[in-house]
């Protein structure tokens, strides 16, 4: 099983950024997919989810109306595209696949500063 974040890096307040998630080696159309992160001396959060066939999403509050969840079961990737980011989504972003089994990704640094 692989799981590999990218997309990750430094951008200004009011900036964009999307963030992939690329799977291999589980069936990902049959799990849920969602993204979590973990900001210095806090613990880690949900941030957004997506069921299997990419039907329901759903998002921490913080991030409502700035982040979209997306799937493409065809390319056994998530999407999380972050608009209008701010100092506070400064994190370490992880994809996690929850089914049959429960997978984690190594995480992507998301540094948003002037």
């Known amino acids: 099983v692989h799981i590999v974040e990218s997309g990750g890096g430094l951008v200004q307040p009011g900036g964009s950024l999307r963030l992939s998630c690329a799977a291999s080696?589980?069936?990902?159309?049959?799990?849920?997919m969602s993204w979590h992160r973990q900001a210095p001396g806090k613990e880690r959060e949900l941030v957004a989810a997506?069921?299997?066939?990419?039907?329901?999403?759903n998002y921490v509050d913080s991030v409502k109306g700035r982040f979209t969840i997306s799937r493409d079961n065809a390319k056994n990737t998530v999407y999380l595209q972050m608009n209008s980011l701010k100092p506070e989504d400064t994190a370490v972003y992880y994809c996690?696949?929850?089914?049959?089994?429960?997978?984690w990704g190594q995480g992507t640094q998301v540094t948003v500063s002037s």
């Open positions: 996690n696949a929850i089914g049959r089994d429960n997978y």
């Open positions: 080696g589980f069936t990902f159309r049959s799990y849920r």
């Open positions: 997506i069921t299997s066939a990419g039907g329901i999403t």
